[in-house]
C-alpha cells in the first residue's frame, strides 16, 4: 500500500528541518504542525512546494489535530520538550507536551484513519548500562523524567497498534551535524562550536559513552520505514544509531577533524548516562544501515560557519533549547 500523505508533528525542529524537505523530494505531500518556537523560516527552502503545508500551532490542542490531520495516511512524531535540561525547566509543561500531547494524538489519529503512527522515543530510555552493546531487548530503566515518559509512550503505542494502524518506535542516538534549524547544544555540535569559535574544547566528564548518529541519516531512516511493508515493521522498535564513543574520544575527533592543535580541557560532571547502543536489529532485519560519520558531521558544521549560515553561534538562544525555553516561558 502506498503511503502519500505525512503528517509531521515538530517538523519544523531539528530533525524535522532535513526530514521534510526530503520527504517533498520523494514525492510525499507533507503537513508540518509546529509551534516555530526557533524561527519562522525554517522551511523557506521548500515554501514554495504545493505539496508543503505548515500549521503553526500547539500539538496539545485536540480540536486542532482533530482538524489539521484528516486526509493524511502517515504520522511521524518528533515534537517533545527534547532534552533532560529543558524538560526539568517546568515538568508539568514536559509532561503536558511529550505525554499527554501524545495520548490524545494517537487517539486522533487511530480514529481519523492514519494508518501508520512512527515514534521517536531516545536511546535515554535505557538509562546505564553496563554491557558492550545495549540491544531493544534490555529492560528499560529511564533516569530522568523526559526518558520516563519517553518510554510511557512507547507502552501507548503499542497498546493502540490494530490490523490498520501500523506503529514503529525507534531509538535514535545523539544527533550531529548541520541543520536549518540548528541546535548547538548536543554533543558533537557543542563541542565542535567550541572548538571552532571559542578555540578550547571543554569535555564535561569525558568516560560517558555516547552514541551518535548525522542527521542526514536520521532524516533517512524515516523515509526508509515509509518504503516498508506495513508487516515487517508492526510493533517493532529499532534502535538507530552509528559510532559509539566516549565524551573525551569525540572530542579527539573534532581536534583531528579540524586540523589538530585544540586544546581540550577535562571538567568534571554530574552527567554519568553511559551507553553503547546496538543498530544490529535494524540492519539484520530492514536492511538499514546509517553511513555518515562524526567527522562529517564536524566538517559540515565547519563548512556552514565559513558560509556565514550559523550567525553568533555562542549566543543566540535559538541553538540551545534549555535557553529558549527560559526566554518564551511557553505554558
Given at each position: ?19 521534510v ?9 507533507v ?6 518556537l ?8 521548500s ?12 500539538i ?5 489535530l482533530e ?32 505525554y ?43 533516569l ?18 490494530a490490523?490498520?494502524f501500523?506503529v ?7 544527533v ?17 562550536n ?6 578550547k ?74 551507553y ?27 563548512r ?28
Amino acid at each position: 500500500m502506498g503511503y502519500r500523505k505525512v503528517f509531521v508533528t515538530g517538523g519544523a525542529g531539528y530533525v524535522g528541518s532535513v526530514l521534510v524537505p526530503k520527504l517533498l523530494a520523494a514525492g510525499y505531500g507533507v503537513k508540518v504542525i509546529d509551534l516555530y518556537l526557533y524561527g519562522e523560516g525554517v522551511l523557506d527552502s521548500s515554501k514554495e512546494n504545493p505539496e508543503l503545508k505548515e500549521v503553526k500551532g500547539d500539538i496539545r490542542d485536540r480540536g486542532l489535530l482533530e482538524r489539521e490531520i484528516q486526509g493524511y495516511d502517515t504520522v511521524i512524531h518528533l515534537a517533545c520538550i527534547s532534552n533532560d535540561p529543558s524538560y526539568e525547566l517546568d515538568p508539568e509543561l514536559g509532561k503536558s507536551i511529550n505525554y499527554d500531547a501524545f495520548v490524545s494524538l494517537v487517539e486522533v489519529a487511530k480514529k481519523a484513519g492514519v494508518r501508520r503512527f512512527i515514534y521517536a522515543s531516545s536511546s535515554s530510555v535505557y538509562g546505564i548500562k553496563e554491557g558492550q552493546d545495549v540491544t531493544e531487548d534490555l529492560p528499560l530503566e529511564p533516569l530522568t523524567d523526559y526518558s520516563k515518559y519517553k518510554a510511557k509512550c512507547e507502552e501507548v503505542l503499542l497498546a493502540a497498534a490494530a490490523d490498520d494502524f501500523i506503529v514503529t518506535i525507534i531509538r535514535p542516538s545523539t544527533v550531529c551535524g548541520y541543520a536549518p534549524r540548528l541546535r548547538l547544544d548536543l554533543t558533537v555540535n557543542i563541542l565542535t562550536n567550541h572548538a571552532i569559535n571559542k578555540g578550547k574544547i571543554t569535555v564535561f566528564g569525558g568516560e560517558q559513552m555516547r552514541p551518535n548518529l548525522h542527521i542526514e541519516d536520521m532524516a533517512e531512516v524515516y523515509l526508509f520505514l515509509l518504503a516498508q511493508p506495513e508487516e515487517k515493521i508492526q510493533k517493532k522498535i529499532y534502535n538507530v544509531g552509528y559510532q559509539n564513543y566516549k565524551v573525551k574520544e569525540i572530542a579527539q575527533i573534532i581536534n583531528k577533524a579540524l586540523g589538530g592543535g585544540i586544546p581540550i580541557e577535562v571538567t568534571p560532571t554530574e552527567d554519568i548516562r553511559s551507553y553503547h547502543v546496538s543498530s544490529r536489529r535494524i540492519k539484520d532485519e530492514l536492511g538499514f544501515e546509517a553511513k555518515r560519520t562524526i567527522d562529517e558531521a564536524v566538517l559540515d558544521l565547519k563548512r556552514a560557519f565559513e558560509q556565514g549560515k550559523i550567525p553568533d553561534p555562542l549566543a543566540d538562544m535559538r541553538y540551545f533549547n534549555i535557553k529558549t525555553m527560559q526566554a518564551i516561558k511557553l505554558k
